[in-house]
């Protein structure tokens, strides 16, 4: 418990300097005899990354190495940090990359330091468009996406919408395929219900983060003034939270909003404020999973030569106001909820 707090302190006060944390028993000496793995991250800020990071850490204790976490918000700081990395004798690190095409590039110069690579998140294409061959842990995006459009459909229901002046708004950022690949199932269930087609509008958001969801959600609202209740779904928690905010923003109120988002962080701590708001429920997805097992992975893959599997995709639980607490405890989540 003392532990979790203090690796949750350190990872705060990365975010506030913007530089690199390492693990407490760090020693920063090239030839200690402690194993050093990396866990960069795109957004360090993101309550999902902060996640991640934490059960890495749990890895790390777990299994006596040290974790080296670095916010890399963009190609620069991603060479930079392997660099670092290199420099302090790190045998891999584990990446959420802030550009998927950044692969090629992460690969060769990790490989100059003879660095193993595991990537998680967001999965690494090639210069001929195609995903490149690196283990990768990502969602099962389109099932997930799925479940989205369920529960917005089956909640528009309960509420007895008269469908005429409902509309559907889709917060995208097609660049990156498993974002794509959630709205896209979000879109074919809410169709597959008979949703109609004409009534989904998309708005295409430059940063996957509150404020792009909130200008790109602001666009639509200006181009479309005879909807008047809305159906909200995104790439995450922070797509829909941008989007309601944009809403009540224009004076949308709760119970004419129906956001459903996909995290474990975010969606959480808008849980927690007593009011009751337009994002409704949330996908919850596995931190542990992408924090703690590619870790595991990485690190039996680094000491043992066992080869970690290529791809592999987790699953979520829709969650509400109603059970999001259960859920959380269930899933080992509940220092998230403090
Ligand atoms: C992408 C998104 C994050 C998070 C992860 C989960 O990286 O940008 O917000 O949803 O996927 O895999």
Redesign the pocket.
Known sequence: MVVALLSLSATISVFASGQQASGQQASGDKNSKRIKLGFLV??PE?P?FQEEWRFAQQAADKYGFDLIKIGTPDGDKVLAAIDNLGAQGAKGFVI?TPDVRLGPAIISRAEQYKMKVFS???QFVGPDGKFMSVPYM??SAKKIGNMVGSGLYDEMKNRNWDLSNVGAMAVTFDE?N??KERTDGATEALLKAGFPESKIFRAPEKT?DVPGSFAAADVLLTQHPEIKKWLVFS??D?GVLGAVRALENRGFKAPDIIGIG??AGSGAIEFKKPEVTGFFAFVC?SPYR?GFETTELLYKWVTEGVQPPMDIRTDGILVTRANYIEVFKKLGLEDSLK
């Open positions: 795109k957004m993101e999902w959420c998680v998140d967001d990502g969602l990156l498993t974002v996957t790439v995450n922070e996909i995290g997805i992408h």
